[in-house]
């Protein structure tokens, strides 16, 4: 996947020049545009149509096993697989868990996850970046799932860059973080210090466990 798409090396010692950086984030940058570019190409074409059932089955069945107590949803920007429409039904799971919503604090570049309850439609109350978020008590969940724009068979993650997912799961090292990503998003990127290894990643034709 991704052959045409502008690459990193994946080699980790690109990451310890600070002469690179900016190198780098452009690089990342120009990444981050063309899988966007892509993703929503193949979400027109038969593959893409047909995906969401898929990998909301997939997510179920893994959920199932890790049996969170609190989940961490996320409220799905344009093209991301939507875990709120497409994964949650009366019964979804035998033992539904609580479910939290991501609020990003923009000033701050720091986020933390409100209770939400589930309900129909968009929530009214939205964060710092203007995405729908919850209005209950700040809860801290045990599994949470993660949207990706670009991933790496090794677990990695490529997202928007605001950093706000990595900087949350740095600071919760025992939470169990599933990637959420369509199979058109593989790609070859280098690990910068920052990132955060996810346990799993979902797609809808694989569970990718590094």
Request: net charge negative; glycine share 10%.
């Amino acid at each position: 996947m991704g052959a045409t798409l502008p690459q990193q090396s994946s080699s980790s010692s690109s990451s310890s020049s600070p002469a690179a950086a900016p190198e780098r984030s452009a690089l990342r940058a120009a990444l981050r545009a063309a899988l966007r570019q892509q993703r929503q190409q193949w979400l027109q074409s038969a593959p893409g149509q047909a995906a969401a059932p898929a990998l909301a089955g997939r997510l179920r069945e893994l959920l199932v096993q890790l049996e969170p107590q609190v989940l961490g949803l996320y409220w799905p920007l344009e093209g991301e697989f939507n875990a709120v429409r497409d994964l949650l039904s009366p019964d979804w799971l035998p033992e539904p868990p609580l479910l939290a919503l991501p609020y990003a604090y923009k000033g701050q570049g720091r986020m933390d996850y409100r209770r939400w309850d589930g309900a129909a439609g968009t929530p009214a109350l939205r964060d710092e970046c203007g995405i729908p978020s919850g209005a209950g008590a700040v809860l801290q969940p045990d599994v949470v799932l993660v949207p990706c724009v670009g991933f790496t068979r090794q677990g990695f993650r490529l997202g928007y860059g605001g950093g706000y997912f990595d900087r949350w799961l740095a600071a919760h090292p025992g939470v169990t973080a599933v990637g959420v990503a369509w199979s058109c998003g593989e790609a070859a990127f280098a690990v910068e210090p920052h990132d955060q290894a996810l346990m799993v990643i979902a797609t809808e034709l694989e569970l990718i466990a590094p």
